[in-house]
């Protein structure tokens, strides 16, 4: 026979558990308002505003030119801008390549800026701008020693055939040209006269230029000692001295010959 409970030896046993119940209720409301008050504390606080904003990578323009842009400043709400959005408005300046917007630690915002890289100077008139990888004219007051001056190259279908040659171009190389001047008219499209700073002159196709300046520091070694003169590239490799091609004396022996090429 089954045995019969009583409901008074119940009511403890159900009044215990109807407290735990109100207890957790009562618990859960507590901190949903302790959560709801510390968000309000936190975005009245200035723990919830911009605090630093650093910039990384920037040389065509001042890094106060990309904060600017951004929109974003000291005192701006934390969470008030996507980073997507910061980064697509910035890669949409001239000159940048990429962008990345992170949020840091508590409060800071970290810019990095990634440019398209200067290959060379174009002078117009005595101004100058850069010419950047990507075949696109930048206006720049800047000038650096350790990149080319370009001159005469207007057409934009050049402009990118020569920045594609000189990227492929060794730095150590690259740093010895002084200046390219687009010499190409009629037949002869692609022609370019090189003005080197070792003092020598070099006349080169623009489709073979980084093809034949691999070759560059062998061919002026064989000549150390001669007087300086014109290296030919257009087709093979010659040399002839100044003297013989501008006149003003005679040209020392055995110049004016093909100068061997030896590959690496």
């Not at 904060?67 to 997507?84: C, Q, V």
């Not at 020693?145 to 020569?162: A, M, T």
Request: hydrophobic share 35%; aromatic share 10%; no cysteine.
């Amino acid at each position: 026979m089954d045995k019969v409970i009583d409901i008074e030896e119940r009511i403890p046993s159900l009044r215990e558990k109807r407290r735990r119940k109100t207890n957790k209720k009562f618990l859960f409301i507590i901190a949903i308002f302790f959560i709801a008050l510390l968000v309000l504390l936190y975005f009245q606080s200035p723990y919830s505003k911009v605090g630093e904003i650093v910039t990384n990578g920037a040389h065509l323009y001042e890094d106060t030119y990309y904060i600017e842009k951004s929109g974003i400043s000291s005192g701006t709400p934390y969470w008030s801008f996507s980073t997507e959005g910061v980064q697509k408005q910035l890669a949409s300046i001239d000159g940048v390549k990429e962008v990345t917007v992170t949020r840091k630690l508590l409060r800071d915002i970290d810019i990095a800026i990634i440019e398209w890289e200067t290959v060379a100077y174009i002078e117009d008139k005595g101004n100058y701008s850069l010419l950047l990888e990507n075949g696109e004219i930048f206006r720049s007051e800047n000038i650096s020693s350790n990149i080319p001056i370009l001159n005469h190259v207007d057409d934009s279908d050049v402009r990118k055939k020569l920045t594609a040659q000189l990227l492929k171009i060794d730095d150590e190389v690259l740093h010895l040209i002084s200046e390219i001047i687009y010499t190409g008219s009629g037949d002869d499209h692609d022609t370019i006269t090189v003005y080197m700073d070792d003092g020598y002159e070099v006349r080169a196709i623009i489709q073979t230029f980084a093809e034949s300046m691999v070759y560059y520091p062998e061919i002026t070694s064989q000549l150390n000692g001669l007087e300086k003169g014109i290296i030919d590239m257009e087709v093979g490799t010659f040399f002839s001295p100044f003297s013989e091609v501008y006149g003003g004396g005679e040209g020392e022996e055995g110049v004016g010959d093909e100068v061997d090429e030896e590959s690496e």
